[in-house]
């Protein structure tokens, strides 16, 4: 098996990050010679790489995406089931392993997977229909035209006679694939835009589901790691004398990324690892801690960063004497993903050269490379395995993890699962990076506002990134790609070009204000840094949302109406976000009297192309926030399946109070202090408001949900706090604040 | 010196010869191969390892397999009967409740052992037992809407009804 990626394909791939994801070049179908081989070998018609049709009537597809939870399973499902004309609830499913030549480059994240296989997938699937067709049509010596495809048979119109897809599968395969099927028009729509239940929950309800934690092999060992007590502190000595004499115990493997203790049960290897002895030398991070890059933070808020919006004159309107004037400044911590299923691999490398790993992994292909190259073996004697993500959240495309296994299952020469603690899993992040925004605003005696000055401090995520070179083709030489992997991720971390993720959320302008700057300084820590549920909307929706609030405030205008008014300046432009502003608004009673202690705030929020606000509704109780109902709109184009953006949008929103209240990655002499879910916590069922969806009926082209609910939560948050009780929080975790503006 | 410890799980009994101060949850696991019941945080904060011990709902993350010597333990694994899923279960799927998935086998056994106790639990029942259960993907009101379904359903079948 060849694992090139077409030059065409290359040139269809965006950058990873942010950008739409390109799609594989299997659109074209499988040659003639490719079909052929698979109905010899497994009896199946197969044109493309996603649908395969048993005798049996058995349709299974392959899902080349992660679910993580997000519903891709089900929505991928729908898309062929509604052109290929078949219940999606019977459809079979087929996680895809890593391969290059059939899916490209695979990745999961960026609220991506609709907007980018909306089209795509259906055209697959139809292709396979059309072929269904006229193989019926020969085999019944019919005309095309008197024959369609429904509930997975072919029938004659006008007539009971009708073929099981099953039947076709040998003259199926023989025909050429169509390029250019008809793909069926909204208004023919069965499937797509109705509920139709996840095609993954049968088994997460019974314990069958696999995800990469359970995977089991023959002769499989386990392996525990030591880490080191400050970031990055290598390995000097180890004395594993002790621990090799314990039961169960193989192997005490040094790594760069701490020690691996390997036996054949996890409690083994446990046990074992507390009685190594390591000596660590000195860790690059031994001073950092949470007060130092804040003063860095501090200190750079004062210079001017690289310009990224300079409209108008900020200046002169600071300058003004006639104006209201605020300055606000937002700060946001480092945040964990804490994915409930805690990272983990497994891998096997085998003596005969090859090696085969199993993952729950947002990006397979980029999990080959990784693996390949840390085994120092040719991609295509690596097999890499999907399964099921216990949560993703982006965490999941870093591949550490996958580093581990190989190199401890290189060093044992036996299939080795290697599963973090949770306290690693809290500390071993590629964090959310922290996120400090200057903002400068001016209203004039009208309430307009007239100046918006914007200044954002933080560590570059693009500029972090260590695996350039395994995104980029593997046409490239491993040295041409590493090269360019390094030229770009130092263009990014020297701020000679703006990080796109760290603007995310900032640069959007939608609200019509004149005199109109945004710069930013990329704050170089070198603590690792990642794509986290939103990436820069995450953060820099706050500063935004909170402060067009206290414009509002200060112009004495209703936060709803201030909004609005700016958005409409543009109203073609801004249509779909006053769409959900209003929606909410008019949802949550916006205007209705509240009892005393209790507060409303409003935001809104445009990422990933799709639109989102809320109204949160919160009562101050012993001047503690409680987060009684959130009431939500989103507009994502077309909805494929309503209820998975509704449960998208309702976890966001729990995900979103989660950060805003509780959570907070700190550093001290070295190393991350929070370790478990009792000092980074995740809410709870007691804490979990009602949460009211509300999805906007569209026939704009589909966007992702993944993300977008995200960012707008915590400013609703803030501002229903100020609301309630007259508090602007402007730092993040919201608890933590509370109680240092009481003290 | 062998140290069998023997008690039942899921009605079979079994034997196993590991320390007694090793977790419950790890025995069901990677001596058992039964992996339906997970591990989240290995220090009873996140509930993803809960089964029934005796009928009650316990985190064998931290519970040693010692002290289940001669006990019964329930896991997901045993809880439908054959073919027929718990009420619960039906519940979860009736209302689409899993979205990664993963703390959802422990969400059940919690659930399942707070309706035994209290068929007709109000939403401070439910605050208070499953509050004990972490969902990262947040489908705690799905969580709770499943729950007061399966109530209505399990007393609907016990007063003979559909």
């Known amino acids: ?25 299997a659109s074209s179908g499988r040659s003639a010679a490719e079909r052929a081989e698979l109905l010899e070998k497994s009896g199946v018609f197969s044109p493309n790489a996603w649908i395969k049709i048993a005798p049996d009537n058995t349709i299974t597809y392959v899902l080349d995406k992660a679910e993580m939870g997000q519903g891709v399973m089900t929505s991928q499902a729908m898309l062929i089931a509604e052109e290929l004309e078949i219940d999606p609830t019977t459809l079979k499913v087929e996680l895809a392993s890593a391969d290059y030549d059939a899916y490209g480059m695979q990745m999961t994240g960026g609220s991506t997977t609709i907007p980018t296989t909306y089209k795509p997938l259906r055209v697959v699937a139809a292709a396979a229909r059309e072929m269904l067709v006229a193989a019926a049509a020969l085999k019944l010596d019919a005309d095309e035209r008197d024959l369609e495809a429904r509930d997975g048979h072919v029938v004659v119109r006008g007539s ?62 386990h392996a525990i790691f030591i880490r080191p007590p400050q970031l990055d502190a290598p390995v000097v000595r180890v004395d594993a004398s002790e621990a090799m004499k314990m ?15 390997v036996a054949e049960r996890s409690w083994q290897a446990k046990r074992a690892a507390e009685r190594v002895k390591v000596t660590w030398g000195k860790s690059a991070f031994a001073d950092l801690s949470t007060e130092q890059w804040r003063a860095e933070h501090a200190a750079l808020l004062e210079q001017p960063g690289k310009g990224a919006i300079d409209d108008g004159d900020v200046d002169a ?81 870093y591949e550490d993890y996958t580093v581990e296994a190989v190199l401890v299952s290189k060093a044992v020469k036996a299939p080795v699962k290697v599963v973090w603690t949770r306290e690693e899993d809290t500390k071993l992040g590629y964090f959310r990076p922290s996120f400090t925004v200057r903002l400068r605003g001016s209203v004039d005696e009208s309430g307009a506002p007239v100046s918006w000055d914007q200044r954002i401090v933080s560590q570059s995520i693009l500029g972090q990134m260590t695996f350039y070179g395994a995104i980029l083709p593997d046409w490239l030489s491993r040295g041409t790609r590493s090269m360019l992997g390094d030229v770009t991720q130092s263009f990014m971390q020297s701020g000679r070009i703006n990080d796109p993720t760290s603007l995310e959320g900032a640069v959007d302008r939608p609200y ?34 909170c402060f067009i609030d206290e414009l509002a405030h200060a112009a004495k205008k209703d936060p709803y109406t201030f909004r609005r008014d700016l958005l409409a300046v543009d109203a073609e432009a801004h249509a779909r976000h006053i769409g959900v502003l209003d929606l909410v608004a008019k949802k949550a009673g916006w205007g209705e009297e509240l009892p005393e202690g209790w507060g409303r705030g409003i935001a809104q929020h445009f990422s990933f192309s799709s639109y989102c ?48 209240l509780h959570q907070e990655i700190t550093f001290a002499n070295g190393a991350v202090v929070e370790s478990n879910f009792h000092d980074y916590p995740i809410l709870r069922m007691h804490e979990s408001p009602e949460i009211e969806v509300h999805l906007v009926n569209s026939s704009a082209s589909p966007t992702g949900v993944g993300e977008p609910g995200l960012p707008p939560i915590a400013p609703a948050l803030a501002n229903a706090v100020f609301d309630a009780c007259g508090k602007r929080v402007r730092r993040l975790p919201m608890l933590a604040e509370l109680e240092r503006l009481e003290a | 010196m062998s140290d069998e410890i023997v008690f039942t799980i899921n009605g079979d009994e079994v034997k196993v010869d590991v320390p007694a ?21 290995g220090q009873a904060l996140c509930g993803a390892c809960t089964v029934h011990l005796n009928g009650q709902a316990v985190r064998s993350c931290v519970r040693p397999v010692g002290s289940v010597r001669g006990e019964a333990i329930l896991t997901i694994e045993g809880l439908a009967d054959g073919d027929q899923l718990h009420p619960v279960q039906q519940a979860w799927i009736a209302e689409n409740v899993p979205q990664c998935g993963y703390c959802q086998c422990g969400q059940i056994m919690s659930a399942v052992a707070l309706l035994e106790a209290k068929p007709e639990p109000t939403d401070e029942d439910i605050d208070a037992v499953m509050s004990a259960n972490l969902c990262r993907c947040g489908t705690y009101p799905r969580i709770r809407k499943a729950i007061k379904r399966a109530a209505a359903s399990m007393a609907a079948a016990k007063h003979g009804g559909e």
């Open chain 1, 1 to 25: 098996m060849t694992t090139r990626t077409s030059r065409r394909t290359f040139i269809k791939m965006g950058m990873a990050a942010g950008g739409a994801l390109m799609f594989g070049c």
């Open chain 1, 160 to 221: 009971s006679k009708k073929v099981p897809y099953g039947a076709l599968v040998e003259i199926a395969s023989g025909l050429s694939v169509p390029s250019r099927p008809r793909l069926k028009k909204p208004e023919e729509f069965k499937v797509i835009g109705t509920p139709v239940p996840r095609l993954d929950v049968p088994d997460k309800v019974t314990g069958r589901a696999g995800f990469g934690i359970d995977v089991q092999l023959e002769g499989m060992l």
């Open chain 1, 247 to 261: 039961k169960g115990v193989r192997d005490v493997v040094p790594t760069e990324r701490g020690v691996a203790v």
């Open chain 1, 317 to 397: 309107a600071w300058e003004r004497d006639d104006l209201t004037k605020l300055e606000a400044v937002y700060e946001l911590p480092y945040l964990a993903h804490a994915t409930l299923e805690p990272q983990n691999a497994t891998a096997w490398y085998k003596e005969d050269g090859t090696m085969e790993v199993w993952v729950p992994t947002q990006a397979p292909t980029v999990a080959l490379d990784v693996a390949a190259k840390t085994a120092d073996l040719p991609n295509d004697k690596v097999t890499i395995h999907q399964t099921l993500l216990g949560g993703g959240f982006g965490r999941r495309s």
């Open chain 1, 512 to 545: 019509a204000i004149d005199n109109y700057r945004v710069d930013f300084h990329a704050h170089a820590v070198g603590v690792r840094v990642g794509f986290w549920r939103s990436v820069g909307n995450s953060a820099n929706a706050f500063p935004v949302e």
């Open chain 1, 613 to 660: 606000a809320h109204v949160v509704v919160v009562e101050m109780v012993d001047r503690v926030p409680h987060v009684r109902r959130v009431v939500s709109a989103i507009d994502c184009g077309r909805i494929i399946n309503p209820d998975i953006v509704r449960a998208q949008i309702e976890g966001a929103v729990i995900f979103g109070l989660s950060a805003a």
């Open chain 2, 21 to 41: 101060d090793v977790p419950l949850l790890w025995v069901i696991r990677e001596e058992l191969g039964m992996m339906g019941t997970k591990f989240g945080c």
